[in-house]
């Protein structure tokens, strides 16, 4: 009689880096989602690691790629960090 064995997909991950020889405390996590980077960039935007596709405006919810603007310890676009307190578009 053959026996299946199934792990779970968060061992998966956990067993990555330990196959690469980083343990997991070493990887960052992801200011958005709280999830361990794995990918093959990590932006790091106001001493906070982020996954390319977690940062975005903190206004309009856009994925921010090639630019962004802080304030108060959020990210934004153009458009919304230079738009006029109290105003909506």
Known sequence: MMQS????????VKGLPEMLGVPMQQIPQ??????????KFILKVLDRHWHSSCLKCADCQMQLADRCFSRAGSVYCKEDFFKVPGTKQ
């Open 5 to 12: 064995a199934t792990v779970p997909a968060e061992g998966a």
């Open 30 to 39: 992801c200011a958005g989602c709280n999830q361990h980077i794995l990918d």
